[in-house]
């Protein structure tokens, strides 16, 4: 009986190797690092029963659910829950949307997510603000959501370009605080909130921070930290008032989170317009103290040479840890932070030039956004302008204010 | 439990006068004379050519439950019905019925004219109960429970208004009834906007009994068969899984349109001190149009089951008499004393899974309910017209191991007086 030659049999194995291999490679379903790879614009497909889809515009202030299906790459997950979302950005011309994998299916997910926003981007006319602005909160050791552009087309029907966002829930923080138990709050904008006392009744707190986890816990049990942490706020600034507050939040991690929405020229953050606005609040499930989540960064680059402490005074708690020579001095620093890492190289200038370029294409196509290409090229060059200048003006801002201390 | 028990004391007095009525001699209607009598109901009869009876229904409620409680706002005793009618025959071929609730946000019951020129061909107008249900179509004073099944009253389709042939034929062994109506019947009806029923309705029974000439105990044997087909508007539909006392376990959130099938089967039995009872209803609603992308999908499904058995302890001749007792109480007697058990299940949600379960209001496979319950009754005839019964109810709703869909268990206590001239 005739034997294989060892060589033979070597070439047999690495063949069965190279297909196994193969069959592998074409098999392999996409992750999560591919739904958020940002070199692309993906392409997202929902089906909305035609009568649905009115309704949805129709009803677009409201958070009414609708079924649909959802597709992306070829993965195709059936009824899902899609809803209207925004504050200002609502529109129904270009609807915002939430979608949950799991809203009719419980324990149905994508990509190991329960949730996923849509960010209709129609408050931005340069369409990248938001998506650098997180980059700079993630680079500066920050919790951000990921983002990536995204083509959404509607029952086959292109509805514009759109920004695919991480939503801020247990699934995020289990992956940027290594645990999901903890309690998370949105910032509720009802009426503006500047961080005053709003008395003994923890339910107050309710009406400007929604829960996001722990929705059935009681009251006293979600808010009675919150309502600590703002009545400790508004004591005397003392030489107990640090060790008071900082039971109830992170100064560190509240002062860096300022500093870069102020580098950034937020509009509408901590320090914003109209109040404390578009952040979360997270508490772990042992301690009471709480740190911010950045949310929402579409009106950042409000100005190139807006303050370094604009508005600083209106918020009780900022103000108040200004007053504490470290916290100033970390402030200042994340300043500079921001201002070197954003000129080193350019690279704010080259992220903005970048996403700009990548979505030309997809924008341009966009018949639903509230501006014009005209507008929007012109925003992009402003923001170019922003990011070669406000690193300097920053500089110039923190060196004067070391200067006068 | 105060008020309970004056309404028992309220019923056993009133037993005494009533029980002084008891069994007047019918004598023969004379020409050209008013006659006034009361056998099973007060009546007038004039001449032999008209007659009209008084009916009246008192029914008081208790109801205990873990469940229900927390719907009743503490106070436990409910007077559930409160209902006066007449009825009658004019010249021998009309017959009538007025009935109506004397507080209700719908007060009227069975509104109709019954035109009799044979046996076998009657012709019946207006607002009365699709002949749908072997349960549904019994009135709720000669129940053997103190509730109709859930199947019965989620599925069955209740009263409406329509035009209906009806007659026996074959010598009385086989019964037929086929109309038309303007809806599906009340038991379908929204109790709210925004929740659909069934349009113009076609519905038919078929009834027979094979054994009925014969002397044996098979002869009270009955089979039955019947249907309705409706309209079906676009919306949510209004049949929703409720329990006995109205605990929500599916809301029927999905778009419906089309066309409502409802098919029913019926069997009943009486040999002797027992009775036997059993229907299976499917209700189906087709979803024409509603996926997606405009596609049909399965229509959505409901259908459930009963089976009933009965035993008259003591005081009447067999289970179909149980309610006129031999000896009546203050009469030499107790009155009657009457057992039952019924099991049934309701499930509501998709029959195949061409696609994952889900709570989607456009769902292809819709993750439904289901609910089994099991109930003890227990019925004391005091005599024609008054009657105590005791309900034990154990329902089971879901299952622990499906997520997305509510899942319990469920004791409640029911005690009915009634009244019934």
Redesign the interface.
């Known amino acids: 009986m005739r034997t294989l030659a060892p060589r033979c049999v070597m070439r047999l194995a690495l063949l069965a190797i190279a297909w196994i291999s193969a069959i592998g490679v074409a098999t392999a379903g996409p992750t999560l690092d591919d739904l958020f790879a940002d070199s692309v614009v993906h392409d997202v497909r929902l089906s909305i029963n035609e009568r649905d889809l009115r309704e949805l515009r129709d009803r677009y202030r409201e958070n009414v659910y609708f079924p649909a299906d959802f597709e992306w790459r070829g993965e195709r997950v059936r009824n899902v829950g899609v809803r209207s979302r925004g504050l200002a950005s609502r529109s129904a011309t270009k609807l915002g949307l939430r979608i949950d994998f799991n809203r009719y299916s419980t324990g149905q997910r994508f990509l190991g997510l329960a949730s996923l926003v849509l960010d209709n981007l129609v408050t931005d006319p340069a369409l990248v603000r938001e998506r650098v602005s997180m980059r700079l909160f993630a680079r500066l050791g920050q919790p951000a959501p990921r983002e990536v552009f995204a083509r959404v087309f509607i029952n086959d029907v292109y509805e514009g370009i759109y920004a695919i966002v991480e939503p801020v829930d247990g699934d995020f923080l289990a992956r940027v605080v290594g645990q999901k138990s903890g309690y998370l709050f949105e910032r509720h904008f009802l009426q503006p909130y500047y961080g005053e006392d709003l008395g003994e009744d923890p339910a107050a707190y309710r009406t400007v921070f929604e829960p996001r986890t722990h929705e059935l816990d009681a009251d006293s049990v979600l808010y009675a930290p919150i309502r600590e942490l703002f009545y400790e706020v508004n004591q005397s600034v003392d030489t107990v008032w640090r060790e008071r507050v900082s039971r109830y939040v992170d100064l560190q991690q509240f002062v860096t989170h300022v500093a870069i929405e102020t580098f950034l020229s937020e509009a509408d953050g901590i320090l914003g317009f109209a109040g404390m606005a578009n952040f979360y609040l997270y508490r772990g499930p042992v301690h009471d103290q709480h740190r911010l989540i950045v949310w929402d960064k579409d009106r950042t680059f409000a100005a190139i040479d807006s303050s370094i402490l604009q508005r600083a005074d209106e918020n009780r708690l900022f103000s108040r840890a200004l007053a504490f020579s470290d916290l100033r001095s970390l402030y200042l620093d994340v300043l500079e932070r921001c201002a070197h890492l954003a000129a080193a190289d350019g690279w704010l200038e080259g992220e903005i030039v970048r996403l700009a370029a990548l979505i030309d294409g997809a924008a341009r196509e966009d018949r639903r956004k509230p501006y014009d290409d005209e507008a929007r090229v012109r925003d992009v060059e402003f923001l170019r302008q922003f990011a070669r200048q406000r690193p300097a003006f920053v500089l110039h801002g923190v060196a004067q204010e070391r200067g006068r201390r | 439990m105060t008020r309970t028990a004056a309404v028992i004391a309220v019923v056993l007095v009133a037993a005494i006068p009533a029980a002084a009525q008891q069994s007047p001699e019918a004598a023969p209607p004379r020409k050209g004379e008013w006659n006034v009598r009361w056998d099973d109901h007060p009546e007038v009869e004039w001449s032999g050519r008209l007659r009209v009876e008084f009916r009246a229904r008192l029914q008081g409620d208790s109801r205990a439950s873990r469940a229900a409680v927390e719907r009743l706002d503490g106070d436990p005793f409910d007077i559930g019905r409160r209902r006066v009618g007449i009825a009658g025959e004019i010249g021998g071929m009309v017959e009538f019925q007025i009935e109506r609730e004397l507080e209700d946000s719908v007060p009227w019951r069975d509104v109709y004219v019954n035109y009799r020129p044979t046996r076998g061909l009657q012709l019946q107008a207006g607002q009365f109960k699709i002949p749908f249900g072997l349960e549904e179509t019994t009135s709720s004073s000669n129940l053997d429970f103190i509730y109709r099944s859930i199947v019965s009253t989620r599925l069955a389709a209740g009263r409406d208004r329509g035009t209906m042939l009806h007659g026996r034929l074959a010598s009385r062994t086989l019964g037929y009834e086929i109309g038309v109506f303007a809806h599906d019947g009340d038991n379908a009806r929204p109790k709210h906007a925004g929740r659909v029923s069934g349009g113009r309705t076609l519905a038919g029974r078929l009834t027979v009994e094979p054994f009925r000439h014969s002397k044996s105990a098979w002869s009270d044997l009955q089979f039955g068969v019947a249907f309705t087909r409706s309209s079906l508007p ?1 919306g949510f539909p209004a049949v929703r899984g409720r329990s006995a006392l109205g605990v929500s376990f599916f809301d029927s959130d999905l ?1 419906v349109k089309g066309m409502r099938r409802r098919d029913g089967i019926q069997v009943r039995w009486r040999p002797g001190p027992f009775s036997f009872a059993s229907e299976v209803i499917r209700l189906s609603d087709d979803r024409r149009g ?5 596609t049909d999908l399965q229509p959505f499904l409901a259908r459930g089951w009963y089976v009933s058995g009965t035993w008259v302890v003591a005081g009447a001749a067999d289970a179909a008499s149980v309610a006129r007792p031999v000896r009546p109480l203050f009469q030499g007697g107790f009155g009657s004393l009457q057992l039952a058990v019924r099991r049934e299940r309701l499930v509501l949600g998709s029959l195949t899974l061409t ?10 496979a819709v ?1 439904g309910n289901s609910e089994t319950a099991t109930t003890l009754g227990a019925a004391w005839h005091l005599n024609r017209w008054i009657a105590i019964e005791g309900n034990l109810i154990h329902e089971a709703i879901g299952a622990p191991s499906v ?2 869909t509510p899942h319990l268990r469920i004791w409640s206590r029911l005690f009915r007086v009634q009244v019934s001239i």
Not at chain 2, 290 to 294: D, I, N, P, T, Y
């Open positions: 676009e778009w509603q996926g997606r992308s405009g696609d994952a379960l889900s709570t989607s209001p456009r769902a292809e993750l997520t997305g």
